[in-house]
């Protein structure tokens, strides 16, 4: 969702393609109409609920992957200067452990929000992302590994430590 609102008018270098961004905002409005009428319409949550482990470790999870998201955007912004077209490894943050850092706090979110909610179709959505997400960030990996010499080896592409 990020990348349809926030992170895409704020990019430096070369210009966001509108058709990705009209693409991934209606892509972004499907999902939330989907989670929304579940959430709204299908689901039923008894008055426990907010006090239960799944909602509070979920919202802790979901609170955590967003810091990572947002801390990780802001840097991805600003490896560059306006118009500046050149690439940069970034680094500071889940960056010195993983190449696709905001692709990590992405998936983050949508397993939290999975857990928060323990619905199917927050649940599909998050394996869905990380079956989006995860060749982006194998792929971005890639990049920087054979166009910086100087990129860490021991720097994973998606799951700090793992893979």
Known sequence: MDLTFVY???TRGQPFPLGVMATAGFFCSLN???QGHYLLHC???DEEWSAG???IIGLLVFYTGMVINIHSDYILRNLRKPNEIVYRVPAGGLFEYVSGANYFGELV????FALATWSLPALSYAAFSLCFIGPRAFYHHRFYKEHFKEYPKFRKALI???F
């Open 8 to 10: 895409s008018p704020l």
């Open 32 to 34: 939330g109409f989907l």
């Open 43 to 45: 689901a039923q949550f």
């Open 53 to 55: 482990y799944r909602y």
């Open 109 to 112: 979110e949508w397993f939290g």
């Open 160 to 162: 700090p430590f793992i």
